[in-house]
């Protein structure tokens, strides 16, 4: 069974940066499963964030490009989002999401739709 489970939200100003991780148990990340980060604010969407496909291949929102990264640690088994030049905007919770390859493209891998597991989420909060 997949499990996965955030730490590393909270609270930080505008500018500041946070690093959000995601501890998979269940699978490992060079297997052939995708990854994602993704994001909801109250009252909004679902929205994909980052994803990372398990040869290499990473994909971010246009929201974020440049100034979020996605990465792994293979021997931790864990994911992680490294968030810099945090804005106002970026406040919401934060998901960790996996899904089989093959699922979904490599072209949608931001949409919520392919993943099915997610953890429970983190909360960042960012004030201006």
């Known amino acids: 069974q997949v499990r996965l489970v955030e730490s590393g939200g909270g609270s930080v100003q505008a500018g500041g940066s946070l690093r959000l991780s995601c501890v998979v148990s269940g699978i490992t990340l060079n297997s052939d499963y995708s990854m994602g980060w993704f994001r909801q604010a109250p009252g909004k969407q679902r929205e994909g964030v980052a994803a990372?496909?398990?040869?290499?291949?990473?994909l971010y929102s246009d929201s974020v490009k440049g100034r979020f990264t996605i990465s792994k640690d293979s021997a931790k088994n864990t994911l992680y989002l490294q968030m810099n030049s945090l804005k106002a905007e970026d406040t919401a919770m934060y998901y960790c999401a996996a899904a089989p390859t093959g699922v979904c493209s490599a072209s949608l891998f931001l949409s919520w739709a392919c993943y099915s597991t997610w953890g429970q989420g983190t909360q960042v909060t960012v004030s201006s």
């Open positions: 990372y496909d398990w040869d290499g291949y990473t």
